[in-house]
């Protein structure tokens, strides 16, 4: 049968674009109450196509800070280190409202530069998704390093990614353009904090906003496209 | 919880913004270097 072009153009996933950093407790957080707001949604939710961009949020976090996140951050901002942890006890609080077990007792701060390179691999590999979910889990969960190549590569491949093709990704830096060119669109865009979501291309939402938001922004989307 | 407004310009970043803004839940987070926070508020928390 012969398809009509509109027909294609109106049947096209919503399209969700995602600046975020792996380094981002709220992203992780963001991340999950987006996931609820289209389970929420049920058998009326539209197609989605979810694309995740890189951004850097502290560039100039070392690669191995040895020391906890209480010591990072008071040592860092001058903050004292009680308001610190009465800081990481509210978002662990939070974070476990939507389903997540921080232990930022466990998480080892680095540059995530890397990371973001090997998301991009996987996003050309059709694992985008699966990948930085497993990395979100490993910094905030786990206490992954997510700036070392071998286990990044042990990463990709747990979620079915080939592991010399990510290896050799991550050594020649085949994706650090494509990082920048992220972290750039951003600036552009006036992006200064994350997570940052773009609803089809029209639509933003800033911060780690609650499920309902996501599920009406994304009902009125497409409500807009059978109008 | 009523419709989101869809029309509102946002928070700070609204002039540079080519996107209408979705305001949502105004006390939501973001992150920003190495603070996390309400936007409009002291990066403290």
Not at chain 1, 166 to 191: F, P
Not at chain 2, 18 to 30: L, R, Y
Request: proline share 5%; with cysteine; glycine share 10%.
């Amino acid at each position: 049968m012969h398809m009509h072009p509109l027909h294609v153009l109106v049947t096209s996933p919503i399209k969700i674009d995602i600046w975020s950093d792996i380094a981002c407790p709220w992203c992780y957080i963001g991340k999950r109450h987006l996931e609820a707001g289209l389970e929420a949604l049920g058998a009326d939710a539209p197609d989605v196509e979810i694309e995740y961009h890189s951004f850097e949020l502290s560039p100039d976090t070392p690669l191995d800070f040895e020391g906890s996140t209480v010591e990072y951050l008071a040592d860092r901002k001058g903050m004292p280190v009680e308001r610190v942890e009465q800081m990481l006890e509210h978002v662990t609080g939070v974070a476990a409202n939507a389903g997540l077990e921080y232990h930022f007792e466990k998480v080892a701060h680095t540059k995530t530069l890397k990371a973001h390179e090997l998301l991009h691999f996987a996003k050309a590999n059709g694992k985008q998704l699966e990948l930085k979910e497993r990395l979100l889990k490993a910094y905030f969960v786990e206490g992954g390093r997510v700036n070392r190549i071998d286990e990044l590569v042990g990463f990709a491949e747990e979620v079915g990614l080939d592991g010399a093709a990510a290896r050799e990704a991550l050594e020649s830096g085949r994706y650090a353009d494509g990082v920048q060119a992220d972290i750039a669109q951003a600036g552009a865009y006036g992006i200064n904090g994350v997570p940052f979501f773009v609803i089809d291309g029209k639509y933003g939402i800033s911060g780690a906003q609650p499920a309902e938001v996501f599920s009406q922004a994304i009902s009125q989307v497409a409500g807009e496209r059978a109008a | 919880m009523s419709e989101p407004d869809l029309t509102a310009e946002s928070v700070a970043d609204a002039a540079a913004s080519p996107f209408t803004m979705v305001m949502g839940d105004p006390a939501a987070m973001v992150c920003e270097g190495d603070v996390c926070f309400v936007p409009g508020t002291e990066p403290a928390e």
